[in-house]
């Protein structure tokens, strides 16, 4: 059975971290409703959704992903670069034990954000960001090369996670921006470039053999369904002014 942790959208939205993007007004009605619509694309696709309650004082709560990292064998509890997030986590933490997941945490020094891991099978990259560090992917990989995975490195650049720059879209296949990210790290998996138009294209969530897209990208859908991928678009563009997209949101695993 397949599960999505979601995390409703905070009052304080509006603070938001921002990297790469100007901040402008959110309208948190809208939001509220586009992350409602996103809720029920992840049911329609197979998923039971468990949303979290939020508080006030956390802005950017509906980012779970950057929370943890659930791999089959149990969770590890992220420790987010941006200081401002680091409240996140506990409440995260606390459903995920609700499943019966063991976890483990990364500490300080280390900082990870859960938008840095994409696993791919049993090859873990880590995106090299201005929010995970050499000790948070360090001790990422101590806790899960035991288990048999192997952790790799990736440098990003101007973009704020690996996984802004590169996602799973299907088994083997990964959809890139080669502006933010080399391509030479995912050695013969295959890939899909996004359209020129659309550098935050790369960021599609995978459930089940259904790529969720945002409506934004129509270009890089159209794509995807040319390489015969199925593909479901969901509006998402008024949490995107807060920096997040489609794998942002949810944190997705089967138990
Ligand atoms: C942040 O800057 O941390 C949030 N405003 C956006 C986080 C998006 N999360 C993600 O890409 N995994």
Redesign the pocket.
Known sequence: MWFAITRAISGAFQN????HLARVAIDLERARAQHDAYEWALVELGCTVRRVDTAAEIP?SV?V??AAVVFREGAVIARPG?ES?RAETPVVAEALARFGLSHRDIQEPGTL???DVLVVGRNVFVGASRRTNAAGINQLRQIVTRLGYSVRAVPVQDC??L??AVTVVAPKTLLINRNWVAPDAFGDLRLIDVDDDEPHAANALLVGDVVICAAAFPKTRARLEQHGLRVKVVDVDEIAK????V??CSLIFEW
Do not use: I, M
């Open positions: 938001c971290q921002l990297t950017d980012f992903e950057d941006a997030r954000d859960g938008g704020l996670h996984k802004s807060a920096e997040g997209g794998t942002c």
